[in-house]
Nanobody
């Protein structure tokens, strides 16, 4: 089993910044894609940003230029630096790790952006 623990969420004003972290532990054989999703109550989860094993990153159009995903494989950690936050970024943010054919999810961290 693999466990993912997110941290760094909180309440911030419009235009502010937050840096989310997600640490993986447990039976880590190899790290595949790691990514951040977010979900607003009543809506589907959406992909925010991902980084694959080659270091290639992808972003949702809504966060391009504002969010940056990075990873430290030695620490089994993925980060999401969020700048210029907007009220519509308010959501629960989840990190995922793909290992072989299994996707693991963290428990989520709340991000609230006040107007």
């Amino acid at each position: 089993q693999v466990q993912l623990v997110e941290s760094g969420g909180g309440l911030v004003r419009t235009g502010g910044s937050l840096n989310l972290s997600c640490v993986a532990s447990g039976d880590i054989l190899s790290i595949g894609t790691m990514a951040w999703y977010r979900q607003v109550l009543g809506k589907e989860r959406e992909l925010v940003a991902s980084v694959d094993i080659r270091g290639t990153t992808k972003y949702a159009d809504s966060v391009k230029g504002r969010f940056t995903i990075s990873q430290d494989n030695a620490k089994y950690t993925v980060y999401l630096q969020m700048n210029s936050l907007k009220p519509e970024d308010t959501a629960v943010y989840y990190c995922i790790l793909d290992q072989l054919s299994t996707r693991y999810w963290g428990q989520g961290t709340q991000v609230t952006v006040s107007s």
